[in-house]
């Protein structure tokens, strides 16, 4: 089991409610990043970060919004949620200083929005 | 548009026969990764190739990649009720991030 850590696990919202996705990890690792999936879909890359006070927006345009003050936390953070917002929010994180990129990731939070 | 390509989108089998997954994708890359998901978790990294290597194994799994085709199978052997997941390619590109396919829902049935 990888030391990455979201919560919560799950959350149903009403329309209009601020939110924010929790994302802690305990292995150092420089780089993090958000993504969005849908039920048996692919995975889409919303947001990223190599490092504090480094954050960088995916291939998948998003609403949300990220920060990365603290080298173990990635927090993702809707102002105004909306039904379209509804869906599996995974975190991940690997390593800086090798050559594979393997991603370590979350167990994800599923978002419903009302 | 995503990189990765895979089929069969579904496959269904009987514990202990074979099940193979196919990746295919459009530029260069630096190594092919492949992941497992549970139904409602997170990914789980399985296995690693370089784009310099042809065939690598751990254990019951199997992957080969051809960069002149630019596509990669997962051989999983021996299969288990427990292997059931969705399995996903992603290809490094040296661009440090990574860039799923679509996935293949495997399904063991006991």
């Known amino acids: 089991e990888a030391d990455i850590y979201q919560t919560p696990r799950y959350l149903v919202i009403g329309t209009g409610k601020k939110i924010t996705l929790e994302c802690s990890q305990t292995?150092?690792?420089?780089?993090m990043y958000w993504y969005q999936q849908d039920p048996g879909m692919e995975l889409h890359l919303i947001h990223y970060s190599y490092g504090v006070n480094s954050t960088e927006k995916g291939d998948l345009s998003s609403e949300s919004t990220v920060s990365r003050i603290r080298t173990e936390h990635f927090p993702l953070t809707l102002e105004s949620a909306r039904p379209s917002h509804t869906s599996q929010y995974l975190c991940?994180?690997?390593?800086?200083?090798?050559?594979?990129?393997?991603?370590?990731f979350g167990a994800g939070t599923r978002l419903s929005v009302l | 548009s995503q990189q990765g390509e895979e089929d069969p989108q579904a496959l269904s089998i009987q514990e202990g026969e074979n099940a193979t997954m196919n990746c295919s994708y459009k530029?260069?890359?630096?190594?092919l990764q492949w992941y497992r998901q549970n139904s409602g978790r997170g990914l789980v990294h399985l296995i690693l190739i370089r784009s310099n290597e042809r065939e690598k194994h751990s254990g019951r799994l199997r992957v080969t990649l051809d960069t002149s085709k630019k596509s990669s199978s997962l051989l999983i052997t021996a299969s288990r009720a427990a292997d059931t997941a969705s399995y996903f390619c992603a290809t490094d590109n040296q661009g440090g991030k990574l860039i799923f396919g679509q996935g293949t829902e495997l399904s063991v049935k006991p």
């Open positions: 292995m150092g690792h420089d780089k």
């Open positions: 991940a994180s690997s390593a800086t200083g090798t050559t594979k990129n393997i991603q370590y």
């Open positions: 530029t260069s890359i630096n190594n």
